[in-house]
């Protein structure tokens, strides 16, 4: 079944606006959460990440929050631009195992920015 | 260039053919994954490589699915008697270390077409 979970599954926004994109996940061994930013015919990059112990992490127009006791969190895209049109992802990791660290994806969101 | 290079960037496949897909991680990178990425869908884990060992392959489909990692850098993924259903775009995945927060640098793909 789907470890994480990601909505919507499009979006589209104005230039200048906020895109606010929405993840939750049940696995409380997941500690680690990163966001990637996938343009069309390349594979994801990381964005921004951020682990349980904060609720929020900034890095320029990027923002994510975290509810730890609802198991959720959150991009926020400030100021939105033409140049932030992509799909994005939301991922989980746990303490690895003796066989190591896997990564959970959600499904993905579709961003348009409208100029 | 400093980035994952996977090859081919295309390939065709007839059913029931073998192919096999080329991942070269950026240099002194430890780990090294396996995503199958469906159309609109998130990546999903197919197996993972420390070095030269493969700890976990439980996210390959089937038996059909092979992959190794020989001398701790290049890896090649190897599918065979392939079907219909593996049609996908195919991404490996670098970190430096082992740990779960270690960035993943993604290559820009494969995709997979099999007619």
């Known amino acids: 079944q789907q470890q994480v979970k990601q909505s919507p599954q499009s979006l589209i926004v104005q230039k200048g606006g906020i895109s606010i994109i929405n993840c939750a996940y049940e696995?409380?061994?997941?500690?680690?959460f990163p966001w990637y930013q996938q343009f069309p015919g390349k594979g994801p990059a990381l964005l921004i990440a951020?682990?349980?112990?904060?609720s929020e992490k900034k890095e320029g127009r990027f923002t994510i929050s975290f509810n730890k006791s609802a198991k959720q969190f959150s991009l926020h895209i400030m100021d939105s631009q033409p140049g932030d049109s992509a799909t994005y992802f939301c991922?989980?990791?746990?303490?690895?195992?003796?066989?190591?660290?896997?990564?959970?994806f959600g499904t993905g969101t579709s961003l348009t920015v409208i100029p | 260039g400093a980035g994952v290079s996977q090859s081919p960037r295309y390939k065709v496949a007839k059913r029931g053919q073998d192919v096999a897909l080329r991942c070269d991680p950026i240099s002194g990178h430890v780990s090294l994954f396996w995503y199958q990425q469906a159309l609109g869908q998130g990546p999903e884990f197919l197996t993972y490589?420390?070095?030269?060992?493969?700890?976990?392959k439980s996210g390959l489909p089937s038996d059909r699915f092979f992959a190794e990692r020989p001398e701790g850098s290049v890896s090649t993924l190897k599918i065979q008697r392939t079907q219909q259903e593996d049609s996908a775009v195919y991404l490996c995945?670098?970190?430096?270390?082992?740990?779960?927060?270690?960035?993943?640098?993604f290559g820009n793909g494969t995709r997979l077409t099999v007619t």
């Open positions: 696995n409380t061994a997941f500690d680690y």
């Open positions: 991922a989980a990791s746990m303490v690895p195992s003796n066989t190591g660290n896997q990564f959970y």
């Open positions: 995945a670098s970190s430096l270390m082992a740990q779960r927060n270690s960035p993943l640098h």
């Open positions: 490589f420390q070095n030269e060992a493969q700890l976990d």
């Open positions: 951020i682990r349980p112990d904060v």
